[in-house]
């Protein structure tokens, strides 16, 4: 059996707050309130189609996407949940346009987490995984004056924390700060999350490609012409790669992190209102950017990493191509020119 079977996700933060010289235990309790409003959104999740959750609730979001009624329940849960932690001093969700404040009755802390509250909720109808996803900063202003839009617009490489939760055939919470990735399994039965996915690390090079290929007209040549090495380049790379696209960023990157492989959603001429690919810097990019790093794999816009992009506001768009370090470097290679392929 394994030495890491039994051990809980409390276990883990304790031992990491003990190993961190002058922690004062904040870290640990914004951890806990995840974690807590996690469980909340798996239980709510876990009874769509019983209660009255399930579809849209009617509105549009800041995105200008349709709004569903599970999307807005994951959304208020986070929200209640780190604001009575006391430990944020500000919260961004995708969901909603302007940085959240922190009701009055809760104390200020020091921490900024910005999150999509349920991720690639188009699926959630068709019972399809669906995820929370969320991403860690410290202040940077002083902790008696107002949080300032610096402290909110870091950039990635910022980060002190950063994860997600897929609610798919179990709930298993995969996160990092900053020593390595760790995946924890829920227990139903106990309620308690589990070390299942000790030190995760990618494979340096895999033979999974998803994007959605229907925006193939849309993009630039490069884009086109990798994507097509990939699927036309056997003679060249010797590999038989497999098109794995769910359409929950969740559930495919959590996929090609465990088995290896590429993941893009590039920049595509499709929606003149986002010319940079539709994924979010701050709530999507970002924190799986940190995940994959740490995992030792790559994340790029094409042309300059991930972590080091400046965000100039907080929904800023940007084109995601993340995974195994060989395919995302073969991708570079070709948006800069360096490789081409003609399919015959
Ligand atoms: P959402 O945050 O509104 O759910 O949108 C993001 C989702 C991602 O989970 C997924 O990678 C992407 O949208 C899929 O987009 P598309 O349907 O254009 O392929
Ligand atoms: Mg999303």
């Known amino acids: 059996m394994s030495e890491n079977v039994g051990i809980t996700i409390s276990n883990h933060f304790l031992l990491n707050q ?31 189609g019983l209660v009255d959750v399930l579809g849209r609730a ?31 001093c500000a919260l961004v969700s995708e969901e ?21 509250p349920l ?39 910022r ?23 760790n995946g924890f399994t829920l ?45 036309h380049g056997y003679s060249e790379h010797g590999i038989h790669y497999s098109s794995r696209y769910v359409g929950s960023l969740v559930a495919d990157f959590h996929r090609n992190l465990l088995y290896g492989g590429i993941f893009l959603y590039p920049a595509d001429f499709k929606d003149p209102l986002k010319p940079k690919g539709k994924l979010r810097l701050m709530c999507e990019a970002n924190p799986l950017a940190y995940l994959i790093e740490q995992a030792g794999g790559l994340a790029t816009t094409g042309t300059e990493r991930i972590l080091d992009v400046q965000p100039n506001y907080i929904h800023q768009r940007v084109p995601l191509i993340i995974g195994s370090p060989d395919d995302v470097n073969i991708y570079q290679e070709f948006i800069q020119g360096q490789r081409t392929f003609q399919r015959s």
């Open 159 to 181: 980060q002190v924390g950063a994860g997600y939760i897929i609610y798919g055939s179990s709930c298993v919470l995969v996160f990092s700060t900053g020593q390595g990735v």
């Open 18 to 48: 003990q190993l961190s010289p002058g922690a004062t235990g904040s870290f640990t309790r914004l951890l806990q309130a995840l974690v807590l409003a996690c469980k909340i959104i798996q239980r709510d999740v876990g009874k769509a």
């Open 187 to 231: 227990d139903p039965s106990i309620g308690e999350f589990l070390l299942s996915h000790p030190n995760i690390k990618t494979p340096k090079k895999g033979r999974i490609y998803s994007v959605n290929e229907g925006n193939y007209g849309y993009w630039d040549d490069q884009t086109r012409s990798y994507v097509d090495w990939i699927k």
């Open 96 to 116: 909603e346009a302007d940085i959240i404040e922190i009701p009055r009755q809760y104390p200020r802390g020091n921490y900024i987490v910005h999150f999509d």
């Open 119 to 157: 991720d690639g909720s188009s699926n959630i109808d068709a019972n399809v995984s669906i995820g929370t996803i969320f991403s860690i900063y410290r202040r940077e202003s002083l902790p008696d004056g107002d949080t300032t839009m610096k402290d909110v617009l870091q950039p990635g490489h």
């Open 58 to 88: 009617g509105t549009i979001n800041v995105q200008g996407e349709e709004v569903q009624k599970l999307d807005e329940l994951a959304n208020n849960t986070v929200k209640r949940r780190l604001s009575a932690s006391g430990e944020v």
